[in-house]
């Protein structure tokens, strides 16, 4: 139960800081950027479900809510493959 507490707050407080990396990124370029840039797709954009954040314009909510939905079924399925033969 803790580590996945754990997990879950590395990745919500990643996520809020994607735009952030995406910005290191692009400013670092080489080796660094490119360490960097699967972080941006791997890590989900948190930012976009801050709906009070007035810098950036509301998706609507049938995309926040396909984006969490595929976001949690890839998720689903990678820990399916990786999960399947394992006999506990």
Request: include cysteine; proline fraction near 6%; charged fraction near 10%.
């Amino acid at each position: 139960l803790l580590s996945s507490v754990v997990i879950a707050v590395v990745f919500w407080t990643l996520g809020h800081f994607l735009p952030e990396v995406d910005f290191l990124a692009r400013k670092l370029g080489g080796l660094t950027g490119m360490v960097l840039k699967p972080f941006l797709y791997i890590v989900p954009n948190m930012t976009i479900f801050a709906v009070n954040d007035t810098a950036a314009p509301f998706p609507g909510w049938h995309v926040l809510a396909g984006y969490a939905g595929f976001y949690s079924l890839v998720c689903l399925a990678f820990a399916w493959a990786l999960f399947r033969r394992k006999e506990f």
